[in-house]
């Protein structure tokens, strides 16, 4: 009789390992991203197991897994992406790049620092709003948009470059001009084409004779101008604009 219930567990273990065999399959497939390019390094594992891989140099991968269990692809940088098995064989999954919500960054005298951390008083003006407003020379994109800041041609002479008075006119006959500094360059504003300006940071207070010292009592004027982006496509762009000036006749 013990031989017989031997037999019978010995039959029951055999018939579920062939039942739990049957159900897990071997799972392969590839991972790009959406350019199509393969994926190196992307964990791909099993929701509540330790099980898991990591795919190739070409971005292929294995692993086994049962119909009712779920796979997690996960990548820095990526969005994290699952899969219920099911009846599938061949999973490939196209992973998407994450989109971050980065706070604006302010370029100061020794990099850029995130705007909610800094304490001077600093105006930026960014490259959007200064194709929006049509100018036709860098210095009159600060037009109206920093607080506290004149800009005026001398003379009302018709062509000439504007003078910008930051600090106010702290001496009466010595210079009152800012620093300007065009990607670290000090240069005059009037050969930059506000069209190639990606953004402009007016340094106001005291601060800044810490970092550019006596030379930025008059405030300083930061530029910062177009660079060239090697996951992007050329782009070609091209405006025209005709303005006329006149004096008044007395």
Request: hydrophobic share 35%; no cysteine.
């Amino acid at each position: 009789m013990k031989r017989i219930i031997h037999y019978l567990l010995f039959a029951g273990a055999l018939l579920f390992s062939v039942s739990v065999s049957a159900q897990t399959q071997e799972i392969t497939g590839k991972v790009p991203d959406v350019s199509g390019k393969p994926l190196q390094g992307v964990t791909v594992f099993l929701q509540g197991t330790s099980t898991y891989t990591v795919s190739n140099n070409d971005g292929t991968y294995s692993i086994s897994a049962n119909p009712s269990q779920i796979i997690t692809f996960t990548a820095i940088g990526f969005v994290t992406t699952e899969v219920v098995v099911a009846s599938q064989k061949v999973i490939n999954i196209t992973l998407e790049e994450e989109v971050f919500n980065v706070d604006e960054l302010l370029v100061i005298g020794y990099g850029s620092q995130s705007k909610r951390t800094v304490t001077s008083s600093i105006a930026k003006v960014s490259g959007d709003e200064i194709r929006n407003s049509t100018v036709t020379s860098a210095t009159d994109a600060l037009k109206g948009k920093v607080a506290g800041a004149r800009i005026f041609s001398p003379n009302n002479t018709p062509g000439a470059e504007p003078t910008i008075l930051i600090r106010g006119g702290s001496s009466i006959s010595g210079n009152n001009d800012p620093l300007i500094l065009v990607d670290g360059i000090e240069r005059d504003l009037s050969g930059i084409n506000p069209n190639d300006i990606e953004s402009m940071e007016v340094l106001k207070d005291a601060a800044s004779s810490a970092i550019y010292g006596s030379r930025a009592s008059n405030g300083v004027v930061l530029v910062t101008t177009k660079k060239g982006n090697n996951n992007s496509a050329p782009r070609i762009t091209f405006e025209a604009n005709m303005a006329v000036e006149s004096t008044e006749r007395n």
